[in-house]
Each structure stands twice: as C-alpha cells, then as structure tokens.
C-alpha cells in the first residue's frame, strides 16, 4: 500500500505539529518553508540524501541506457535493495559515533576499484562523470588520510571538514 503523499506549507508551530501527526498517521509528508533560513541542518541534511541518492539513481539508469540493460529490471533491483540500506545506515551511524571505521565489510580500497570500474564505465560510454568523479575523489581523499583499510563511511571524515 502507498502511503498518501501530503504537503505542508509553513515550519511554524502549526505546520509542524500538523506535519508530525500525518507522519505518526502514515503519511508521505514534504513540508515547505517561505525563508531559506528557516530550514534546519536536519532538514538539510535529509535533502541532502534525497538528491543525493536520486541522482545516483539516475545516473544508474543512464549507465543501463547506455548498455540496452532494462529500465525495469534495474529498478526493481533497486527497490529490492530498500532494507539493505537501512542496515547500511545504522552501520555508519556507529561507526560516526565512535569515530572508528575499521569494521568493515569492505575496505575502501575496494570501493576505491569499484567506483573506478563505474566512473570508467560513465566515461567510456559517455554518460556524463560527474557524480562518479566526485564520488572517487572523495574516497581518494580519504584513504589518503589514512582510512584505506576502514570502511566507506570513513568519507564522514572528509565531508565534515571545511572545504579548504
């Protein structure tokens, strides 16, 4: 069953309390705000992943697109994948936590050869590079900072420093 999608404008005490209680009632919730400023690190952050995981889905179509592979076997894989990322992210909010990478399922040398076997692919068949660039740099950082053999989320390192 699909949730039934509500929008909410305003982030007052109204609008958030009547967002809270559709989303304790089951409902797809997006609340909008008039001032930019108003929006919290949370909701940032959340947008943040919204994007972010949207466009590499996207871009996963396209690399699919560039193969012939089936739109709709690709997606489904996708939504099969759901549960596992939840599981992902309660791993990296461990590892956050207590700011030790090392339990890993791989290290990021291995999503390091990975990420240059899609941004390879991205390139080769000409699907725009951007995201897996910028996905490998981050990982290149990393490891250059000493997080080889740790885990992916070790990245959190990286992205919580300012940019120089």
Request: aromatic fraction near 4%; glycine fraction near 8%; proline fraction near 3%.
């Amino acid at each position: 069953m699909t949730a039934t999608r509500v929008s909410v404008l305003g982030r007052g005490r109204m609008g958030s309390a009547l967002a809270r209680a559709l989303v304790a009632g089951g409902a797809a919730v997006t609340v909008w705000n008039r001032a930019p400023g108003a929006a919290t690190a949370l909701d940032c952050a959340l947008l943040a992943y919204l994007y972010g995981s949207h466009l590499a889905m996207l871009h996963g179509a396209a690399l699919c697109d560039s193969e012939q592979l089936p739109q709709r076997f690709y997606f489904n894989v996708l939504r099969a994948l759901g549960p596992r990322l939840g599981d992902r992210a309660e791993t990296a909010r461990a590892m956050v936590e207590r700011e030790n990478y090392s339990d890993t399922d791989n290290t990021l040398a291995v999503h390091l050869a990975t990420l240059r076997h899609v941004q390879r692919l991205s390139h080769d068949n000409e699907v725009d590079p951007r995201l897996p660039d910028a996905l490998l740099q981050l990982c290149r950082e990393a490891a250059g900072a000493g997080h080889g053999e740790d885990e992916l989320a070790s990245g959190f390192e990286i992205l919580r420093r300012r940019a120089e």
